[in-house]
């Protein structure tokens, strides 16, 4: 009876892999699959494939185990629930926001959480590594399609049928009517691609998910770490997202090759071979681009590169749209514009002092370039301090965490939790993508990681350690 019963474990245990393994890789690959169906009803595919797996894993009939993983799960996470809840209710009461936005709101912002039960109780290094390397597959899938689009847009001057169908997609379901007002970029050539998903922010995002976790999957030497380094750059250089280049700099640098022991005043071997292939890399890259300025991809990278640095500086009198007022402005100018017009906002609906502004961008416009004063908005003062410390103190607790354990694995799992919350929390700075139905489910995996290498040891016998 015994072994039927280990077999029975076994067999569920392979199911549940399976479909959770799915629901990883359907989290970016919804989109694609909305667009190609032209079927919205695609982005709960991740969770129809999370119930089928928790089907075969949790205790439902054992009310010991199960009121175990409910009252284990961080309260936290119940208060965001009942937070989008409320504040989405209020802003539906006072007809801010239609049913299908109410309804979606809440749908994207709290199934999320259900993926803590797999990643915080059920993983083993077997289906770990499984999840790695779907996570991988994703982003190397948005990678390959990201350099065709973007080759074909500026070596070819075409437009990729993807990219229209993505589109239309996304103009019928903002109900434009009017082409006028929409960003036609995603369709025009000479023009930065978006990928596979409905930004090129988020599609880069995914890229860099999966060198996060191809370098969690196993540990490197230092010259494959930094050729893998090397290429995901090359990728994201293609890419031309700014905002994703520089956070894959900054963590490849700090993070993967180890300069944060810098901050406790150390320097290792490795960080002295990547300064000296880094120096290397750059002089090359910088000839390659010199010698080559007049190709149209390069002579756009060159020309963007320049735009970049004008609007971000206020120098050459650049000026970007505003998509929050309208306004012409500069990126410093965003910012001050974007604040006062939340205190704007504040002033003339003074419960979003409590409440936030929700997560619909009817009261102030969302979608600009000051995505850290959009969460302010969103969230409301004392929400946002709230949950903002509890997001810090997993990246701080990991990092010292990191720099404490003598156990590789473990260091790799907790350079993949600081990765993925430190890079969405940069991003804030320019664009908000966290509360993205492709970006959100990773919050959780984090979080659900975070509290799994540091679970109590008084637990019942239904979990597996990562």
């Known amino acids: 009876m015994q072994n039927i019963e280990q077999k029975y474990n076994k067999k569920n245990n392979a199911i549940f892999t399976f479909f959770l ?13 909305q667009v190609l169906f032209i079927e919205p009803y695609m982005a709960l595919l991740p969770y129809l494939f999370l119930f089928i797996a928790l089907l075969f894993i949790l205790p439902i009939y054992n009310i010991y185990k199960l009121n175990f993983l409910i009252f284990s799960t961080p309260n936290i996470l119940f208060f965001f629930i009942l937070f989008v809840l409320f504040n989405q209710t209020i802003q539906f009461a006072f007809n801010f926001i239609e049913l299908n936005e109410f309804i979606s709101s809440i749908l994207f912002l709290s199934l999320p959480i259900l993926f803590y039960l797999p990643f915080r109780f059920y993983l083993n290094k077997h289906n770990f590594r499984l999840i790695l390397i779907f996570l991988i597959a994703a982003g190397f899938i948005n990678a390959v399609f990201y350099i065709f689009d973007t080759v074909s847009r500026f070596i070819f001057f075409e437009i990729t049928s993807y990219s229209q169908l993505a589109f239309d997609y996304s103009i019928e379901q903002q109900e434009i009517t009017n082409l006028d007002d929409a960003n036609t970029a995603r369709i025009s050539t000479l023009s930065r691609s978006h990928g596979l998903m409905p930004s090129h922010t988020i599609s880069s995002f995914w890229i860099m998910v999966s060198y996060f976790a191809l370098m969690t999957l196993r540990n490197f030497k230092n010259f494959e770490k930094i050729v893998l380094t090397a290429i995901y750059f090359c990728i994201l250089l293609v890419c031309m997202n700014f905002s994703s280049i520089i956070i894959f700099m900054f963590l490849a640098f700090f993070i993967y090759f180890d300069f944060f022991k ?7 071997f490795t960080n002295l071979i990547f300064i000296f292939f880094g120096i290397f890399f750059l002089i090359a890259l910088i000839t390659f681009i010199l010698i080559n300025n007049e190709n149209p991809l390069i002579k756009y990278f060159i020309d963007i590169v320049i735009f970049q640095i004008n609007l971000l500086f206020d120098t050459g009198g650049f000026r970007l749209e505003n998509m929050s007022t309208g306004t012409e402005a500069t990126f410093s100018q965003q910012y001050f514009e974007n604040f006062l017009a ?3 906002a504040l002033i003339e609906y003074p419960m979003t002092i409590i409440i936030g502004t929700g997560f619909s961008g009817t009261i102030i416009g969302y979608g600009g370039d000051t995505g850290i004063i959009e969460t302010l908005a969103k969230f409301g003062p004392l929400m946002f301090i709230i949950f903002m410390f509890a997001y810090l103190r997993i990246i701080i607790l990991s990092i010292k ?13 907790f350079k993949f939790i600081i990765s993925i919350m430190l890079s969405i929390l940069i ?9 993205q139905k492709y970006v959100f489910p990773l919050i959780i995996f984090a979080v659900a990681m975070f509290d799994s290498l540091n679970q109590s040891k008084k637990k019942p016998d239904i979990q597996s350690s990562v």
Not at 24 to 30: D, G, L, Y
Not at 401 to 413: C, G, H, I, P
Not at 427 to 432: D, P, V
């Open 262 to 268: 810098l901050l406790f005043l150390r320097i290792a």
């Open 401 to 413: 965490k990191m720099q404490l354990t003598k156990n590789e694995a473990v260091r790799n799992k």
């Open 342 to 344: 939340y205190i704007g």
């Open 427 to 435: 991003y804030e700075f320019h664009y908000s993508i966290w509360d």
């Open 21 to 33: 393994c799915l629901s990883v890789i359907s989290i970016p690959m919804s989109f694609p699959l």
